[in-house]
C-alpha cells in the first residue's frame, strides 16, 4: 500500500502558507490539501492565478500538492473546463467534487446522479483530471454501496471515491472489507475521521431516546481501524489519506495535539500489517 499523508485544513484558513506547511510538518504529515472555497487561499475568482499562487507558495515550503477540496460538479466542468485545466497545470491530478444532494424522489436523484457523474469523467478525461466523491451522510450517497452504483462502469483513472467512515457512521455501517472489495480501483482517497455516540437521560422521552452524536479523534471513536487499513492493504490502495479534525474548532491547540496523536495512531496500525 502507498499513500500521501495530507490534511483538510478547514480550520487553518487564518494561517500564511509559511505557518500552515510548518503545520504539516508539526503533524509529520507529507502535504495538505487545496482547498477551493471563500475566505480560504484559493477561490473560485481568479481560480488559475490563485491556484498556481498557492501550489508554488506551498513549493516553496518544500510541499507539493496532489489533492484540491472543491465543490465543482460534473455539469460545470463540462460547460467550463478551465478549472481542470489549471488545476492540471500546476500538477494537481486529483479533486474532490462536489456532492450531489439528498432528494425525496431519491431514484429519480441517483439516476441523474450517475449520468452528471458520466459527464464528470467525461470531462476529466479530456483535461488527464481525476474527480473523485466523498461519501457523506446526509446527501445522496453516505455509503460505499451507494458510491459504487455512481461510477461503477466509468473509467477509474477519472473518476473514484472516498471512503469516509467518520460520516458514514452518521448514517450507517458497512464493513471497511467489503467496502474496499467493492470499490476496488475506484478506492482514490480515505478521510481520516471519526465518531461517538452517547445518551443523555434527560432527553430519553424523545424520538431519539437521548442517543446524540458527534466526531471525535479516531482513537476514541467507533470504527475499528485496524479494520479500515487491512481493507486498504488488500486492495493495493494507492491514493491520498486525508485527516479531517473535527474536534475542538474554537481551540486549534489542542485539536492539533490530538490530530498528532491521530496520525501516530493510524500509522503505527498501518506499519503492523
Partial sequence: MQAIWSIFPKFHSHLDLPRLAGVVRELGLDTTNMVVRDGFWVTRKDFAQKVSAFVNGMKREGLTI??????????????????????????IRDFRMGWFELEKDVRGARKRARAAMARMADACEKTNMRAIYQLHHGMLASSPS???SLVDGLNPKHVGIELDPGNESFDGYESHERSARLLGEYLAAVAIKDSVIWREESHANDADK????????IYEGVNRWD??????????????????????????????????????YFKKIISAL
Avoid at 437521548?210 to 479523534?217: D, E, S, Y
Avoid at 486498504?232 to 491547540?253: A, C, Q, R, S, W
Fill in 66 to 91: 496532489h489533492f484540491a477540496t472543491t465543490d465543482f460538479t460534473g455539469d460545470e466542468l463540462a460547460a467550463d473546463p478551465t478549472p481542470l485545466k489549471a488545476m492540471h497545470d500546476n500538477g
Fill in 146 to 148: 451507494a458510491g459504487f
Fill in 210 to 217: 437521548g442517543w446524540r452524536r458527534t466526531f471525535a479523534p
Fill in 227 to 264: 479494520e479500515v487499513a487491512r481493507a486498504m492493504n488488500e486492495v493495493g490502495f494507492n491514493g491520498t489519506i486525508v485527516m479531517m479534525p473535527h474536534y475542538d474548532e474554537k481551540d486549534l491547540k489542542s485539536q492539533e495535539e490530538k490530530l498528532k496523536r491521530e496520525v501516530a
